[in-house]
């Protein structure tokens, strides 16, 4: 069974930081571009990062830019978004997804072959 999960997030302090997990089961990270997005209450679903899956090739969106960092663990079949410096708008659910031979630009949710089912950060003033 093909399955994407999620995990590190929970309640942290403006200025801290949080590192996600991105676990990949079914099948092997080494052939998909990874994108995390997130999606605040109320707002539109945002894609903030991904890596490419053989350059290892990275894209950040403006508003993580300089503060989050994402990379991979092919032996263990995870990527990681390592988050400083967070800001309470930051609060929002953090999905990873999965796309075979995707091109590293702003991830696009539609594109995505697997989704995880999503990780709460709540980033508090």
């Known amino acids: 069974e093909v399955q994407l999960v999620e995990s590190g997030g929970g309640l942290v302090q403006a200025g801290g930081s949080l590192r996600l997990s991105c676990a990949a089961s079914g099948f092997t990270l080494d052939a998909y571009t990874i994108g995390w997005f997130r999606q605040a209450p109320g707002k539109e679903r945002e894609g903030v990062s991904c890596i490419s899956s053989s350059e290892r090739s990275t894209y950040y969106a403006d508003s993580v830019k300089g503060r989050f960092t994402i990379s991979s663990d092919n032996a263990k079949n995870t990527v990681y978004l390592q988050m400083n410096s967070l800001k309470p708008e930051d609060t929002a659910v953090y999905y990873c997804?999965?796309?075979?031979?995707?091109?590293?630009?702003?991830?696009?949710?539609?594109?995505?072959?697997?989704w995880g089912k999503g990780t709460l950060v709540t980033v508090s003033s």
């Open positions: 997804a999965a796309e075979r031979d995707g091109v590293v630009a702003p991830p696009v949710w539609d594109f995505m072959d697997y």
